[in-house]
């Protein structure tokens, strides 16, 4: 079954503490992407990778990091998570080289920083 | 960061009705997305839009490209409980944009 994983669902964690999400896809997709989702604010990307060893900013950047070592694998890290970055993280994957934006979305982890 | 404006912000709705969505922005889009949002769920893609004046439908849905590049819109005729969830535009930046950039969604209730 094609579908993007996503590890944890849930997570609570204190102010500072570093913390890897990881994103996983099998459909051989080039493009991945993180999102974070906040009330009244929609989805806004994080960091995309257009392939293997590419990752550039996305409109919210500022806090976190990534990296694409595996063309399924797409981590989003935290080296120092705040209580701003409480919030509903989605990953999400396509393929370009087919011509093809769609993004299929992962099924998302709720993170707490207190 | 430049965020698309999506209208109206919710709609309640008599089951069977139509119903209408738009999304706009200040720059040029070459593709429009439209996604359905389940509560804990992910967003799952309805419709993709890849050229300006295109008009695509899956089922009840139907959305189209606007022709300035600017905007898009999604119906849904005869609305039924199910339709019940949130609806967000997604737009890409062209012609080598490689950002997503989202609407802020549209709440829709269907009451029966």
């Known amino acids: 079954e094609a579908q993007v994983t996503q590890n944890p669902r849930y997570l609570i964690t204190v102010t500072g503490k570093k913390l890897t999400v990881t994103c996983s896809q099998n459909?051989?997709?080039?493009?991945m992407s993180w999102y974070r989702q906040d009330p009244g604010l929609g989805l806004r990307q994080i960091y995309y990778s257009m392939n293997v060893e590419v990752t550039d900013k996305g409109d919210v950047p500022e806090g976190y990091k990534v990296s694409r070592k595996e063309k399924r694998n797409f981590p989003l890290i935290l080296e120092s998570p705040s209580p701003n970055q409480t919030s509903l993280y989605f990953c999400?994957?396509?393929?370009?080289?087919?011509?093809?934006?769609?993004?299929?979305f992962g099924p998302g982890t709720r993170l707490t920083v207190t | 960061g430049q965020q698309l404006n999506q209208s109206p912000q919710s709609m309640f709705i008599q089951e069977g009705e139509d119903v209408s969505m738009n999304c706009t922005s200040s720059s040029i889009f070459n593709t429009w997305l439209w996604y359905k949002q389940d509560p804990g769920e992910g967003p799952v893609l309805l419709i993709a839009l890849y050229k300006a004046g295109e008009l695509t439908s899956n089922g009840r849905l139907t959305a189209q490209f606007g022709i300035t590049r600017k905007d898009s819109f999604l119906n849904i005729s005869a609305s039924i409980p199910s339709d019940v969830g949130i609806y967000f535009c997604?737009?890409?930046?062209?012609?080598?944009?490689?950002?997503?950039?989202f609407g802020t969604g549209t709440s829709l209730t269907v009451i029966p």
């Open positions: 997604a737009g890409l930046e062209g012609p080598t944009g490689n950002q997503f950039y």
């Open positions: 999400a994957s396509s393929s370009p080289a087919l011509n093809s934006y769609e993004q299929y």
């Open positions: 459909m051989n997709h080039e493009y």
